[in-house]
């Protein structure tokens, strides 16, 4: 995830992670049907991907810009996240 994030333009990055929550979601509402606790695990998934980008965050070596796009893609993944629970 680091690696994505840091080695691409912020909008990449933000878009990546876009995307990925979005498969996520899209395969675990085909799949609630069958699997009851797909919704469950994927939220673990998803809130997982958000603990390590905060961590991330409050390393002292992350520079001013790397810092402030983390805490983009961070913010936009909480809205999602909160997306997902409703």
């Not at 991330?56 to 999602?80: A, F, M, S, W, Y």
């Amino acid at each position: 995830l680091e690696t994505f994030i840091f080695g691409h333009p912020a909008q990449i990055s933000l878009l990546g992670i876009q995307f990925l929550w979005t498969a996520d979601m899209q395969g675990a509402l085909t799949q609630a049907k069958v699997d009851k606790t797909i919704m469950n695990k994927t939220m673990k998934k998803t809130d997982a991907m958000l603990k390590e980008m905060i961590v991330i965050t409050t390393r002292p070596t992350l520079g001013k810009n790397d810092r402030q796009n983390l805490e983009t893609c961070i913010t936009v993944h909480v809205h999602q996240r909160d997306t997902s629970e409703d």
